[in-house]
């Protein structure tokens, strides 16, 4: 699992790939760690899952804790591009209900910031692997 | 071990259909039904075997008490919750009136897991034996407890059968009742215990008011060899992860998602949801249970495992 993460002003982008099990979890919980601290000021996080195909308890786990940690300084996290089976499994442990989850990261990056979406769509495709 | 026999299966408090919920299953049975005729009884049955378990049962129904049938002359059974007065009266019509031994394994003594006590009858009758077992050292107060004035009229020395308690030591092999029985601690408020049962090359494993932290590593490895290669695991599915991990962190309960998970990493055969929450009611449940068999699909890598949600009535043959 693989979890670079990119900056658009004050939303961070973190692009997750691969499985999201236990080993997986760990990784993503190292690529959130920065941005969830109150110090990163940042406004929000969006978990792009367009290349991952499988996430487990302990990686929802990993969202919920964050969820938290965000949710106390006001500020949000979204996952973004759900494959069909991710999306399963966030209605199965009814975690649609907790984390918010959007159709596009573009549409996750704008719904925080329209500062981040600016800096989003100027990056625009360079930035993407 | 033979059977596995469901006599309470709803966590924290019984619930009793309600007549607008019988009503509504009378509803929809005639929708379905709508423009049919039936020829005898046969006809009938056979149609409302065919409607959907929400639609022509419930899942109940009465707290925590499952019975184990180990084939032997001694009765088994896990906590002593509501269930456990139908569970006696059964007992009573199976033994022909003479006197029998049962051996009663309890998760821990929150109300839910021994309010049926009381009005267990086989309890009141010389003769009969009870055995207690346990890993709590206040198992035996507790159970007296509940029975003093002014909660209950009727004290717990009015019971006739020979009634003792054992407590048993985690991590210790005991052999009970023609079983090999293996205690595990689990995470509860003051604490709870799961039980594996070995018997004739089969293995049951009742494990309920147990919250999992699947991230611990080292807890986890623990109860998936707890659970490793069981035909049966009776698991605490009381809420969904979501909640189980949120507004419900530390309550002591768990979830569908944690129990396919444990079980499927523990090589489990069966995994039967168990303590249901309250506030479900049948469709949620049958809704609950079509996710997590859902569930079971999407991350299996081996052999299918056979997922299900007990019910009060719920047998299952070994």
Known sequence: ?129 | MKRIRFWGTRGSIPVALTAEGVRRKLVTALRSASGRTFANDAEIEKFVEGLDFADHGTFGGHSPCVEIETGGPDFVVCDLGSGVRPFGQDTLARSGGGPRTYHVFMSHVHWDHIMGLPFFTPAYIPGNKVVIYGGHAHLEAALRRQQEQPSFPVDFTTFRADISFVRLEPGKVHDIGGMRVLLKLQRHAGDSYGFRFESHGKTVIYSTDSEHDLGNRKETDAFVEFFRGADVVIFDAMYSLADAISVKADWGHSSNIAGVELCHAAGVKHLCMFHHEPANDDASIARVLADTRRYEEICRTGAPMKVSAAYDGMEIDL
């Open chain 1, 1 to 129: 699992m693989q979890c670079p993460t990119h900056v658009y002003a004050d939303v961070v982008v973190a692009r997750a790939a691969g499985r999201i099990d236990f080993a997986g979890a760990q990784v993503l919980e190292d690529a959130l760690r920065d941005a969830i601290a109150p110090e990163a000021g940042v406004r929000g996080i969006v978990v792009d899952l367009e290349h991952v195909d499988y996430i487990s308890s302990v990686g929802l786990r990993v969202l919920m804790v964050a969820s938290k940690a965000m949710r106390a300084r006001k500020a949000v996290i979204a996952v973004a591009s759900l494959q069909p089976v991710v999306a399963e499994i966030f209605e199965i442990s009814r975690f649609h209900h907790v984390v918010d989850v959007r159709a596009s990261v573009r549409d996750a990056v704008g719904a925080v910031s329209p500062h981040a979406l600016a800096a989003y769509d100027a990056a625009g495709a360079a930035d993407i692997p």
